[in-house]
């Protein structure tokens, strides 16, 4: 049985170009956890600063005046909200700011990657990370039976809030709105952390008594960061490599942000990877709750002209995060498209990198599939305007 999962590990982290050996003691060997004891890793870690405090929030009825109040609290320099109970002030007070070790050379550096590289990165994240989350069991779970999930859409943009405003030009700088972003995103997290446990339909399929670790956290992060930048790179798309030490940088201060000590931010992408072989790959397995996920996340499409047929849109996923994840959502197959993408995929990226002159025919059809997928996500089809996030005050009722 081990030498099976361990097998089943190797060949859909090969797909997805996270390789690695799993270990039954993932986190005890992570790199810049090398020292965790049982009990004392990431996944012992939840957020000892905002957890009890929006404890307080909630038992108190203030999350509605919050939601309120901060609603105008965007930009980095924005005042913060006031009127609020005295600790969540000070609370903010606290973490509203980049680390001592932020530098913001790298930060302008990785702004403007991603800006050079958003389409990239857009589908990437939209149908990598976004469908791979489907199928890691915990944020499934948790993302299908809190409030959120009852409205996927939405809740598909507000994580999409988070993508774009660290891509954004100047996203850490104080014009920026990244830092605010991730601010709420904590508390957000805390709120779920006290709420999830309360809904009889989570407890029923939990494997955890408390959500959103630390080391849940940094399987996201993989699912994002470490997948995109491994995706990069087996594109053959240029990424020098002061790009990717940008690029990490941007999320090293992100996941921060969202609370995870730093002893635990994996320091390079090496590590990110041998982080993410050990405790993403060998858990991805599907769920219930993960399969009426990604249907309504790929459901999306019927709303809007992404140009392309779902069987196009299924292969296409089919081929960023392989055919094992495909069968386990039970996205059909269309050959004929699964041939294409395959194949013309390629091609697309060497004709728009300048590396090939040949404009492959299927050019105008790639090139309208991937903006109306970044215009989907970034405008919530055609609303055009920033999703706001608001903290929960219960969980999705079934
Ligand atoms: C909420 C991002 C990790 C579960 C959110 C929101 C964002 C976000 C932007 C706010 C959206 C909203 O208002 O609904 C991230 C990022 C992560 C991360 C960038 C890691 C890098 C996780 C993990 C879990 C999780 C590990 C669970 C295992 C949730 C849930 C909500 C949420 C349940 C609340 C949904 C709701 O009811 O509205 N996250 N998250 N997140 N996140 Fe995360």
């Not at 508390?187 to 008594?209: G, K, M, Q, Y």
């Not at 390079?268 to 993960?290: F, K």
């Not at 390629?346 to 002159?357: H, N, Q, T, V």
Request: glycine content about 8%.
């Amino acid at each position: 049985m081990e030498n099976l999962s361990r097998r089943k590990a190797l060949s859909l982290g090969v797909a997805l170009g996270l390789v690695g050996v799993a270990t039954p003691r993932a986190w005890a060997s992570t790199g810049s956890a090398a020292t965790a004891a049982a009990g004392t890793g990431p996944e012992w870690i939840w957020d000892d600063l905002a957890d009890p405090l929006m404890v307080r929030m909630l038992e108190g009825g203030h999350v509605p005046a919050i939601n309120k109040a901060w609603a105008s609290w965007v930009n980095n320099n924005d005042p913060l909200p006031t009127g609020l109970p005295a600790d969540f002030t000070a609370y903010l007070q606290q973490v509203n700011r980049l680390p001592s070790w932020a530098d913001q050379a790298k930060l302008d550096r990785a702004a403007d990657f991603n800006r050079r590289r958003d389409t990239y990165l857009f589908m990437l994240y939209g149908l990598g990370s976004g469908i791979m989350s489907t199928v890691i069991p915990r944020e499934a779970k948790s993302v299908y039976w809190s409030a959120g999930g009852a409205d996927m859409q939405d809740r598909a943009a507000k994580t999409f809030t988070f993508g774009y405003d660290l891509s954004e030009l100047g996203a850490f700088k104080p014009t920026g709105q990244f830092v605010v972003t991730a601010n709420k995103t904590r508390v957000v997290h805390a709120t779920v952390r006290h709420l999830l446990p309360r809904s009889p339909h989570w407890r029923a399929v939990a494997d955890e008594s408390v959500p959103i670790s630390a080391a849940d956290i940094l399987v996201t992060f993989h699912s994002l960061g470490t997948y995109v930048h491994r995706k990069l790179l087996d594109w053959k798309i240029p990424y020098p490599a002061a790009d990717q030490e940008a690029f990490l940088h941007s999320w090293q201060v992100a996941i921060h942000l969202l609370g995870v000590p730093y002893e635990h931010i994996p320091k390079t992408w090496a590590e990110a990877e041998a982080q993410s072989a050990r405790v993403l790959t060998p858990i991805l397995t599907p769920s219930t709750e993960g399969i009426a996920l990604a249907e309504d996340l790929l459901g999306l499409t019927a709303q809007v002209d992404l140009g392309v047929t779902r069987g196009f849109l299924n292969e296409f996923v089919r081929y960023v995060l392989s055919n094992e994840v495909g069968d386990w959502l039970g996205l059909k197959r269309d050959y004929a498209a699964a041939a294409l993408v395959r194949t013309a995929w390629p091609a697309f990226i060497l004709f728009r990198e300048g590396l090939s002159p040949v404009m492959p025919g299927t050019f105008y059809m790639f090139d309208q599939f991937v903006r109306a997928l970044a215009m989907l996500f970034l405008n919530k089809g055609s609303s055009g305007t920033t999703t706001p996030i608001t903290i929960p005050t219960g969980n999705r009722a079934a």
